[in-house]
């Protein structure tokens, strides 16, 4: 599957915000976005107003380097959040909340999304006591999430753990940090789910 293997720092660049996609460095002035808030480059500091499409694109790409999926996962989210009931931004987000990946991000079992996924493909976590290993599964309220019993010495679990209460976990979130593991009170509502996206403009490019 193709992946992004370049600088990710270079992307929140792009994006002209912080995606967090480094971890810990994110939430430092070591922070890419932090020295230097011009894209990258050769022209980076000569880039003129976008047209109504521009940024109606610019919004997809930043949602899906924000997540880490590809053009054809994040559509499938897309068509899955249309054919619900309410409101299809809403629904878009919500959907990729629910995400396994963004779980334990959100939890603090690791420090990055790519990273979950990483540990959720090793076979780390179990969901209501049932061993997990696929990224994308989406979880339900009331779901608890936890880190296998013999992953629980691993250094970066322990590590990303460590620096949860600089990150903060969302207030639909329960983490028991002793137990190494969290659970899913609710399901947020949108004005819960922080992320810096408009999805009205992404909603606008795919109905076109």
Partial sequence: MARYTDAVCRQCRREAMKLFLKGDRCYTDKCAV??????PGQHGQRRGKLS?????????????????????????????????KGITGDNLLLLLERRLDNMVYRLGFAKSR?????LIMHNHFIVNGKRV????????????ISVQEKSRKMKSIVE????????????????EKEKFSGKV????????????????????????
């Avoid at 790519?114 to 990483?118: G, L, N, S, V």
């Avoid at 947020?188 to 810096?196: A, C, D, G, L, N």
């Fill in 133 to 144: 290993n696929i990224p994308s599964y989406l979880t339900r309220q009331g779901d608890t």
């Fill in 114 to 118: 790519a990273q979950a996924r990483q």
């Fill in 52 to 84: 109504d499409y521009g940024a109606q694109l610019r919004e997809k790409q930043r949602a899906k380097k924000m997540t880490g999926l590809l053009e054809r996962q994040f559509r499938k989210y897309f068509h899955e959040a249309d054919r619900l």
């Fill in 34 to 39: 932090e020295r230097r808030t011009y894209a």
């Fill in 160 to 175: 990303s753990l460590e620096g949860v209460d600089r990150r903060g976990i969302p207030e639909w979130l329960m983490l």
């Fill in 185 to 208: 009170m609710v399901l947020p509502s949108r004005e819960q789910i922080v992320v810096p996206l408009r999805e009205h403009l992404i909603v606008e490019l795919y109905s076109k």
